[in-house]
């Protein structure tokens, strides 16, 4: 039985005549692929913020053991069995229009959890947040609607250099069609056809090459420029993709090691004592330093970032 306790927020900014974009930060400059300006980038910004996001699931120890000890009458209690455990404990964050945070971690560091927190897919007792995804409703003939779909696919297709491919097939394990890194676009012009303000994606890099991975993220960040807010987990980002995330999240065991800028995660962790011995890509420094987590430095390291977090809320 899963249990979100979880502060999720997200804040829209809107005048009556539309977004405010007076207030939406200026987008960092990017080396972004040249795409066409879109239908899609109309759309409301949002800020989403998260505080103390916690999940703990309970689950039954089946192991073959205790069950041949059952047998005999040596079991464990029904209260034995039952364990319990902390996916993520306390994770505090935000993601503000234009920018790209990053979700950072090593395999089962509770990712896609927090991902499924934030995307409001996981239904539990506690989970509070609205649905970044309402969409205004306008009385529009067929004609209009059809119209206006056309449009917005087209502009999907061409944003995400998916016009190569335009009239391939998509495939699949028994089909050959497009390939991963085209098949991977395609899911996210799908996202793009609700014309989302926030994007929240899950690995959309995994399987792909460190160029198709780069490529990917280019157009992320040319997603962000138009106003959208891209939230994503990444497994192990390459240095120069690294430097396209804005914001950074640092998870460890499900604690937060770090969430602030991405271009400030390595002086912070040289300011508490933590620097590589040579140049290294931030991404895999900081995924050491998250896969140390048992080891009693890295638990240092948590709570020196606890305490300067706890410092900069008050
Ligand atoms: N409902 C659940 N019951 C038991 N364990 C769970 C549950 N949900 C998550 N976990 C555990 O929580 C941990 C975090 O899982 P999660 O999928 O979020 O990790 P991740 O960082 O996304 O991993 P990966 O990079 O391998 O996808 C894992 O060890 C997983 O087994």
């Avoid at 157009?219 to 891209?230: D, F, P, W």
Wanted: overall charge positive.
């Amino acid at each position: 039985m899963p249990m979100f306790s979880t502060g999720v927020e997200t804040s829209k900014r809107y005048s009556l005549d539309g977004p405010d974009q007076s207030k939406v930060c200026p987008p960092p400059p990017r080396d972004s692929c040249d795409l066409p300006s879109l239908v899609l980038s109309s759309s409301y910004p949002i800020t989403l913020k998260f505080m103390d996001v916690g999940y703990r699931v309970k689950f039954e120890n089946k192991n073959r053991e205790s069950n041949i000890k059952k047998i005999f009458g040596h079991g464990p209690t029904i209260s034995d069995q039952i364990q319990e455990r902390t996916v993520l404990n306390g994770i505090t964050g935000m993601a503000s229009p234009g920018e790209i945070l990053a979700i950072l971690g090593p395999s089962g560091s509770g990712k896609s959890t927090l991902l499924n927190a934030l995307a409001g897919r996981t239904l539990a007792n506690g989970f509070t947040g609205n649905s970044p995804h309402k969409q205004q409703e306008t009385s529009k003939t067929n004609n209009e609607k059809n119209w206006e779909k056309t449009l917005v696919a087209e502009s999907a297709i061409s944003e995400l250099g998916l016009t190569k491919c335009e009239n391939t097939i998509i495939g699949n394990g028994f089909t050959r069609g497009i390939s991963g890194g085209e098949r991977k676009r395609v899911s996210i012009a799908h996202e793009m056809l609700i014309n989302p303000s926030l994007l929240i994606l899950d690995e959309p890099t995994s399987g792909l090459d460190a160029t198709a991975a780069y490529r990917l993220v280019l157009t992320l960040g040319s997603l962000a420029q138009k106003g959208k807010t891209i939230v994503t987990s990444m497994h192990q980002p390459s240095s120069r993709v690294y430097q396209m995330f804005d914001s950074v999240l640092v998870l460890s065991e499900g604690a937060c090691l770090y969430f602030g800028k991405g271009s400030e995660a390595m002086a912070y962790f040289e300011s508490v004592g933590y620097s590589p011995s040579f140049p290294m890509n931030p991404a895999d420094f900081l995924l050491d330093l998250a896969n140390g987590r048992r080891n009693c430095s890295v638990c240092a390291i948590l709570e020196t970032f606890t305490c300067v977090a706890a410092r900069a809320r008050r």
